[in-house]
Structures are given as C-alpha cells and as structure tokens.
C-alpha cells in the first residue's frame, strides 16, 4: 500500500512496511462518496415536529429545502398507500373478497366498504360480513385481476427498482489517485482529528476515546480485528471468524477453549455464533419474535421487523408472513424518512454498516404509528440510535407504549442494557421520563468494542433493563 498523505510520519516507506502504528489527520475535501446517515430532520416539518424530535433526544441540524419543494400531505402510513405511490395500484380500484360478498374500494387509509361507506382496515373489512381468517391479504383481491390477491401485488413492490436499491451494499469508494482509504472519522464519537489508523481494517479511532495515552509502537488493530477472547489479530493457520449475532470475530480454537469449558454432551454445536447465548438469542428472534404481530390494550399491536430473502438469516418459509414483514418494513422506512436523512442497509466501512438492524414497529388498523431501529450486540446492549412517531400521533404517548414493548421483549432475550445516542439538550428528559442514566466505565468499555451508531453532538445514554 501507498503511504497515506494524511500520515503524521514523514517517510517514503509504507506504514504497515514499517510494522508501526501510525496517524492521520482529517481532511475537509474526503475523496470518498458518502452517503449521509438520516438523522438530520427535513425542513418540510413544522417547528413543532422538530421540537418533538428534540424532546426525543436527537440533534436537530436541518439541512437546506430546495425552493422548489412544497410540503407534502400527511399521508397515513398503510400497505394500501405504498402500493398507491410505488405505482403497484391505483386509488378507488374495486375491491372485493374471495366469495364476492364484500365490495369496496381501496383508499390510502384502508378499504371503503360500499355498504356501510366507512373506511376499514383489510381484516375488518372481511368481519365486516362474518368472514374470519389468519390471512386477510390473501383473500382480498382486486376486480380487474381476479386471478391475483392483494399478496401478490405487496410482493411486486417490495422487487421493484426503487425498494431493492435500499437493499444493496454502500460501496464507499476513494478517488483512483486517493492513497489514504481510511475512514476520516473516529468509530467511537464520529469527529474527525488526529486519528489512529488500524493495521487491518480501514477504522480510525482518537487515542482519548481508546483511553490510550501513547501510540502504540509496532502494529495496532481495532477491536474489530482481534478475537473477542484473547484480543489477538488472525492467526496464519486461525483465521478469525464472524459471529452472526453480536458482530465479533474470535479464534476457532479460543471458540473451542470456552466451549470445552461449558461442556454439555446434551447440548447441539453452536457455530457460527461465538458463545451459546448469542445463538439462544438469534434463535429465539427467528422462532418466536420476528414477523411475529403482539396484541396490546386498546387495539394497538406492535411487531419486530427484519428484511427476509432467500439465504437471509431471517428468511421464514411462511409467504405470508414474509411477505408482510417485508411490505411493513418498506412503510417503516417511509415513515423514516419523513423524519430523518436515508441510509443504506450495509458499507464496506465499519462506522456506517448498518448491517444487524432490527424495526420495531407500532400499529392500530393497519396503519404505522411508530417505529424504532434496533441493534441486538448479544446479550450485553441493544442500541437504539432512532426512533420516530407519524406527525398525527405525536404526544399522545406513542413512543412511551414503543418503548414499553421494546423493553419487554429485550427482557425476553435477557438483554441487560438499553444505550441511545442524545442530544445534551435532551439528557435529563430520557433521564426523568424514561430512566436512562449516563454511562458508567464499565459500560463505556463495553461500548468501545462493539460497532454502535453515533453522532458527533450526542452522548451516549443507558437504561438498565428490568428482569
């Protein structure tokens, strides 16, 4: 490798030819392409909405409107109006059920029945004439297609250009002249500065935020690219390996140490995941939790979220449940970006993959009241860098019942703690209103090892999770 310019050392010998820890310092001109992280409010939302999301915890830069964007309508965020926009139908289509009895019109907020002329959600619209089933969009279709139920067209969508291109890995790429691939922020406060650089990956960390007094001589590797259990990088003959739930890589034989050590002749292998509790926790979030729609009081029902492919992890051989997961998940995004900047789901930068994220989401009829994103780092923390409520929704206690759920099923998975990132301004009502606490040293340990979304302007805050 070239010698990177932005080297504190000035040698015409590479760095890593040298075998010694070396720094960079941030340029303002990156010659990288980079997608920005959604966590700046749009400027089509109104004072109070930006008030809301301060009151939330999370920073509120705004970036520039064009002059020619005039806000948009509320819309409600349901099946039938992403169907409507991504062009899959169109509004005031006839609708009917499998037996014909029941006949309405599909509208953004549901299905107008043309007998009672109210607007239904798809299940109440075929209760509405004593037809019960476990798979309403199944049994609903449209009068021009007849051959086709409202299922199929869901899933049209969902491989349509415009939805898979959130899908795709964000290839981060420097210039061809560019010799410095590093990242020009530091994986742990997202600022720039004097950074050290890893031998290994293209992670920059601050010697402060490492608590590292002096550069180390000889190689240097991040947490990223050492086992988790003797802290060494990859071995000639013991190459490190990924664990599919908490992101860690570890040594095979390490991995069989700790194994032997917990031994249990009863118990199947637990490979890939690098400790049994990080497969107890993927298995029970693919057995019993994602896709899985948990009733609460007063008609509201929340739901894990998670993309569901061929050879995904996650993928569920139940079409239909597939198929809704994914469909709520393309609305959850839509209500998103209603409040923050886009991102993509994974990057070849380990600061911005995004790769492991979960959805939580909130719902009443149909409709998407909120969401919040989730990062299962096994057992020890769960972040959560976002959160947001559907305008029309906003105080009236939405994000306290999201939260209430969440935290229940995080107990479920013995989860201990909860972090988010937040604004200085917002600490003390996540403190007051929702028991978050500032981190301990012990916990800002855990945090420096495990790749966790963050901000430059945010600190991060933990909630213990009661068992």
């Not at 040298?18 to 303002?28: G, L």
């Not at 969902?158 to 990242?183: G, P, Q």
């Not at 031994?263 to 979030?285: G, H, Q, T, Y």
């Not at 306290?400 to 600490?427: F, G, T, Y």
Request: proline fraction near 3%.
């Amino acid at each position: 490798m070239k010698q990177s310019n932005n080297c504190s050392r000035s040698s015409t010998t590479s760095p890593r030819e040298k075998n010694s820890t070396f720094r960079k310092k941030r340029k303002p001109d990156r010659n990288i392409k980079y997608r920005k992280p959604y966590i700046i409010p749009r400027e089509n939302q109104s004072s109070i909405a930006i008030e809301d999301f301060e009151k939330l915890g999370f920073s509120t830069r705004r970036r520039q409107r064009p002059k020619n964007e005039f806000k948009k309508k509320i819309m409600k965020a349901t099946i039938f109006s992403w169907l409507i926009d991504v062009g899959i139908v169109q509004e005031d289509v006839k609708i009917f059920s499998m037996d014909e009895k029941n006949k309405g019109k599909i509208k953004r907020d549901g299905i107008l029945c043309l007998c009672c002329n109210k607007i239904l959600s798809v299940a109440n619209f075929l209760v509405h004439k004593g037809v019960i089933c476990d798979k309403p969009y199944e049994n609903v279709y449209l009068a021009y297609k007849k051959d086709f139920s409202l299922l199929y067209y869901m899933t049209k969508a969902w491989n349509k250009l415009e939805e898979r291109k959130w899908r795709k890995m964000n290839v981060i790429e420097t210039k061809d002249n560019a010799s410095d691939f590093y990242d020009d922020a530091c994986m742990i406060c997202a600022d720039g500065g004097i950074l050290m650089c890893c031998e290994e990956c293209n992670s920059t960390y601050h010697q402060v935020c490492m608590g590292v007094e002096d550069v180390p001589e000889g190689s240097w590797y991040c947490p990223y690219c050492v086992c988790k259990f003797c802290a060494e990088p990859a071995h000639e003959n013991d190459w490190l390996l990924d664990c599919p739930q908490c992101r860690k890589r570890y040594h095979w034989e390490c991995h069989q140490m700790i194994e032997q050590r917990n031994l249990d002749l009863n118990s199947i292998p637990i490979a890939p995941f690098c400790l049994r509790s990080c497969k107890e926790v993927c298995d029970k979030l693919a057995r019993n939790m994602v896709g899985k729609r948990n009733e609460l009081d007063e008609g509201y029902s929340w739901t894990l979220l998670h993309h569901m492919e061929d050879g995904s992890r996650m993928f569920i051989e139940d079409k239909h449940l597939r198929t809704m997961c994914n469909s709520k998940l393309a609305i959850a995004r839509r209500l998103m970006e209603e409040c923050f900047e886009p991102i993509q789901d994974s990057a070849n930068f380990n600061r911005i993959d995004f790769k492991g994220f979960y959805t939580a989401i909130l719902e009443k009829d149909d409709e998407i009241i909120s969401v919040a994103s989730l990062r299962i780092h096994g057992t020890k923390l769960v972040e959560m860098p976002f959160i947001a409520t559907s305008e029309a929704y906003r105080c009236k206690g939405m994000c306290r019942k999201l939260m209430d759920a969440i935290e229940s099923a995080l107990c479920d998975l013995n989860v201990e703690n909860l972090i988010i990132p937040s604004i200085p301004e917002r600490i003390e009502s996540w403190i007051e209103r929702y028991g978050f606490c500032h981190l301990d040293e012990s916990m800002k340990k855990e945090i420096m090892v495990h790749n966790t979304l963050m901000f430059h302007d945010s600190i991060i805050i933990s909630r213990w999770i009661i068992k």
